[in-house]
């Protein structure tokens, strides 16, 4: 191992696996699907900002304290590439817009959303 790898960490060609299983939202069309699933099982978007150091240590965090394999949809949001998308989060489950931010989504509706260091993953128990 490099000395400098030793002291600076791993390279951004060294990616961890996560054991979240994110799935992209990409596609505004996803929010109507997100509605109507979310009536049937528990549904959470993580709002990120890839240039914000804030948000990468968030969401390392949370994927570090995720405990709920397969007992709720998580949706993945990149706010650079995708702000069209934030926008009609925040218009269709009126929230404010923040990153990084968590919205759990029951039966169609925002039940729960955080931001920053108030975004836990161990407190999303609760919502399955």
Known sequence: MSLFKNIFG?????KI?????????????????????????TVAIFKHSTRCSISRMVLKQFENEYNLEN?????????LEHRNISNEIANSFGVIHQSPQLIVI?????????????IDANGLGKFV
């Open 10 to 14: 791993h390279s951004e060609t060294d």
């Open 17 to 41: 696996v996560s054991k979240v299983n994110w799935k992209p939202l990409s596609d505004l069309g996803k929010i109507n699907e997100i509605k109507d699933l979310s009536h049937e099982k």
């Open 71 to 79: 007992k709720l949809e998580l949706y993945f949001l990149d706010l």
């Open 106 to 118: 029951q039966n169609g509706v925002s039940v729960y959303n955080a931001s920053h260091e108030s």
